[in-house]
């Protein structure tokens, strides 16, 4: 519990804590943007370079570029009269707090399981690479179809016009 | 289309920019304050009165008839006729301006009044650079100002001038004449009346 | 340790380095780690930036130049306290806000875009042994900083509750997005040459010699493509003409900075010229050979000068594009990205892997290059439009 780690942690979650809570949606998506900026540096303070840094290029750069494009369509400029929260949120965080404890519990639990001495394997890129291209090649395969069918469906989508109908000068 | 448009794009940039150093046709800035391109012939600026000779108020053309006054489009010409008579550019006695002011800040350079002046004493100067700070006068200009010297229209506008100095000329020759002419008849007269006899008294008391 | 057994070429070419080296014997050992960052990140700070003004004059000189007319040539001799003029007037100009504007993402996206910029210094060798952080994935850190920019724009946008602004914002975040894939495809090859995504490891592949000729990655056929395809798709992030409709001076007045006045435009300028810089130094480090010397008998120039004088190149070359090019509309500007950049760049990296493979010579140089140019050729064809004018069917107008 260094004071780095300290510092990372509370960013990430009052970022991720004001995407939840504030009533502009755009303040929102700013929030979420400083929460996966928090969590790729507690990344980087692990030692996972690659996968940190990788979150920062997938999840900045596009994933809260997509959310940013979805609020910028919707024009949702304006900011709900109140908090639009749903009437069951007790229940919520009766569950959050549950599964919180669950994973508290098996953390402190398995605890005593890990080395002592926290050595940082190096894990460098290319041990990355070798394991996605020997061992996990299947995965790997079906998350490419994967993106591909999802690319050409988006397309799919944008290319089709409503049924019959054409619009046009006349 | 394979991009060999945007080389020879490239290519006559590249030549613009170092030909820009070397000749002077690829660089053609005039830097305002301290050079200057000397202004052609037809330029015009704001107007000005044209005298004749050395003394400002006795050589104006100006009569006063107050045309150009009437027929500026803007108005800014303000003239003051005088009460008294002086010879104009042909000779001939007329009123001149006591004042004579033209508000150049209106001024649109149309050049009207230059056109329907009857006695061309009135041209369109080349000078602009007039630029003051004086917002409540400084641009309104009053006779003195205006006036300058026929040499000076023959520096600005020479062709122009070369005419409309003929053309007085001519006048001035014409008036001459006539006025030649007037007193030969004035002196014909004259003796005329001179050598009629004095006839004596006869008829003195034949009532 | 090189320190005073070292010729004067090589003193001249570590100044800098001994310099912190000698600081830092003087700061106490607590304090160390914390000295040694604000050492390395320092330099970085006031170099730049000066670099940055440097370039804007620059500009205004070499763009008149190329258009008949003397550049700005009142302020000192020849001009050069201009920068010295901007920086003034950006100074002491009021700082306007709308009314209307979300006032705190108003403020943060200039400053989010200049932290952007700077950051991707840490990663770029501008000398030997003169690097900020030498990360072992320093590559993939840089275009993920890129990302950051994006968000920036997006932040400048929206807050400014402008209808131009809004509009470039969304203008500049597309073509940004665009014009990503192919950046990072197109320096991917540098990376498969090299086999690390180390920066400093790409600029050591590079700086050996054989003969008098080094071996840069730009005299390869793969290397040369990559490197063209990624000072387009440079220009295209950095918003410079002819990618430039998203803050389009004549168009949409300033796009997505229409709203801002004073030092936050001026922060917003330096943060594009910042990012201008660092994608020219991360070309310059995955392709130009970074801060090695172009012939082996220059090498007794110190290396952050020719890392600089590259610099200078390009930001020439940027220049000079801007003056001869028209812009691009936004249509044709997509379909340049998603059409040409992206089937050339993947292609790109099947021959830098072909190159890996094939025998060195003078059969695997021609192979390679043959195949480029068809691909360059069928594709270039293929942007070509035929018979697509036809009348225009609205789909959400009545």
């Known amino acids: 519990m260094t004071l780095v780690f300290l510092i990372l942690a509370a960013i990430t979650i009052l970022g991720l804590g004001a995407a939840m809570s504030l009533r502009n949606p755009v303040h929102c998506v700013v929030g979420l943007t400083i929460g996966f900026l928090g969590l790729a540096a507690l990344y980087l303070q692990l030692g996972a370079q690659f996968v940190g840094l990788t979150q920062v290029l997938v999840y900045v750069g596009a994933v809260a570029i997509l959310i940013i494009f979805a609020i910028m369509m919707m024009r949702s400029s304006e900011s709900p009269e109140q908090q639009p929260y749903s009437r069951s949120w007790r229940v919520g965080v009766a569950i959050a707090f549950a599964v919180y404890c669950v994973l508290g519990w098996a953390v402190h639990f398995g605890a005593h399981t890990l080395p002592t001495q926290a050595a940082t394997p190096e894990l460098s890129v290319q041990q990355i690479g070798d394991a996605l291209l020997h061992r996990f090649v299947l995965p790997l395969e079906i998350i490419a179809v994967l993106l591909t069918a999802a690319l050409i469906g988006a397309g799919v989508l944008a290319l089709q016009d409503p049924a019959g109908e054409v619009r046009g000068p006349r | 289309m394979f991009g060999e448009g945007i080389l020879r794009g490239l290519a006559e940039t590249a030549r613009n920019f170092f030909g820009s150093y070397v000749s002077k046709d690829r660089l053609t800035t005039v830097q305002f304050p301290e050079e200057r391109i000397a202004p052609i012939e037809a330029t015009r600026d704001f107007p000005f009165l044209v005298y004749d000779g050395t003394d400002w108020e006795q050589g104006m053309r100006c009569v006063a008839c107050q045309i150009c006054e009437k027929e500026c489009p803007p108005k800014c010409i303000y003239i003051d006729k005088s009460k008294d008579k002086k010879p104009d550019a042909v000779g001939k006695q007329q009123f001149y301006p006591t004042r004579f002011d033209i508000d150049i800040s209106v001024c649109m350079s149309c050049q009207i009044c230059v056109e329907v002046c009857p006695f061309d004493a009135i041209k369109m100067d080349t000078e602009f650079e007039y630029s003051t700070q004086d917002r409540f006068g400084g641009l309104m200009f009053d006779k003195h100002k205006l006036s300058k010297s026929n040499e000076y229209y023959h520096r600005i506008h020479p062709t122009e001038a070369s005419a409309v100095d003929a053309a007085l000329a001519e006048e001035r020759a014409k008036a001459e004449e006539k006025a030649k002419a007037a007193a030969e008849a004035a002196a014909a007269k004259a003796a005329a009346a001179a050598a009629v006899p004095v006839v004596p008294k006869e008829s003195g008391g034949a009532a | ?398």
């Open chain 3, 1 to 398: 340790m090189i320190v005073f057994s070292a010729s004067g070429a090589e003193r001249a070419d570590q100044i800098f380095v001994l310099t912190k080296y000698w600081l830092m014997g003087y700061v106490p050992t607590a304090v160390q780690p914390l000295a040694s960052a604000v050492l390395s990140v320092v330099p970085i700070l006031l170099v730049f930036p000066l670099i940055f003004a440097i370039t804007t004059l620059l500009e205004r000189k070499g763009l008149g130049r190329i258009q008949n007319r003397y550049g700005p040539n009142r302020v000192g001799p020849w001009g050069l306290l201009q920068p010295m003029a901007d920086g003034l007037k950006s100074l002491t100009k009021e700082d306007i806000v709308p009314d209307s504007a979300d006032k705190w993402v108003h403020l943060c996206a200039p400053l989010l875009l200049v932290v952007a910029s700077f950051l991707a210094y840490a990663v770029l060798p501008i000398g030997r042994n003169m690097v900020v952080a030498n990360l072992s994935a320093g590559v993939l850190f840089f275009f993920a900083i890129g990302a950051l920019v994006e968000v920036a724009i997006f932040m400048a946008g929206w807050s400014s509750r402008s209808k131009y602004s809004l509009l470039g914002a969304m203008r500049a975040i597309a073509q940004m997005v665009s014009y990503e894939t192919p950046l990072v495809l197109a320096g991917l090859v540098a990376v498969m040459a090299t086999g690390s995504l180390s920066t400093v490891a790409i600029v050591e592949a590079q700086a050996q010699y054989t003969g008098i000729f080094p071996h840069w990655f730009v005299f390869t056929p793969w290397g040369f493509a990559g490197f063209v395809l990624f000072m387009i798709a440079a220009t295209a992030e950095s918003n410079r003409s002819p990618f430039d409709l998203p803050e389009g001076e004549s168009e949409i007045i300033a796009g997505y900075y229409i709203e801002y006045s004073g030092f936050k435009f001026a922060l917003f300028f330096l943060g594009e010229y910042l990012g201008m810089f660092a994608t020219s130094g991360m070309a310059i480090t995955l392709f130009l050979g970074g801060w090695s010397a172009p012939f082996s008998f220059l090498t007794w120039v110190p290396s952050y000068l020719w890392f600089f004088i590259k610099l200078l190149a390009i930001t020439c070359g940027f220049i000079w594009v801007r003056g001869t090019l028209p812009r691009l509309r936004m249509d044709q500007l997509m379909h340049f990205a998603w059409k040409f950049m992206l089937p050339m760049t993947l292609l790109n990296i099947f021959v830098a892997a072909a190159w890996k493979f094939l025998p060195a010579g003078i059969v695997r140089w021609f192979g390679c290059a043959i195949f480029l140019a068809i691909a360059f050729v069928l594709l270039t064809r293929g942007l070509k439009r035929r018979g697509e004018f036809r009348a225009r069917q609205y789909r959400f107008a009545e």
